[in-house]
């Protein structure tokens, strides 16, 4: 599990910049705070899903649905049950 949290916390490290990411998810679970808007989620979700090969459904394409890398990483990791 904590392979799947290191390297979503990779991922947005290529797409934030300016932040320590690595930093930021030691104290804080929220991804607004890293700059994380519509469009780099749209970005995120492509490598997200590149990565762990997974496909995200379309009524969880929206940012809130994932305000913390918590709900980010319990949704790739139920995804991936399902693509087993």
Known sequence: MDQIRDKIIEIISGLVEGTDVH?????EEL????????????????????EFKINF???????????????????????KNITR
């Open 31 to 50: 991804l607004e705070p890293l700059g994380i808007d519509s469009f780099s989620f749209v970005r995120l979700v492509v490598l997200l899903e590149d």
């Open 57 to 79: 459904e379309d009524d969880k394409l929206i940012l809130n649905e994932f305000k913390t890398l918590t709900i980010l990483e319990k949704y790739i990791i139920d995804r």
């Open 23 to 27: 930093k930021h998810f030691k104290t």
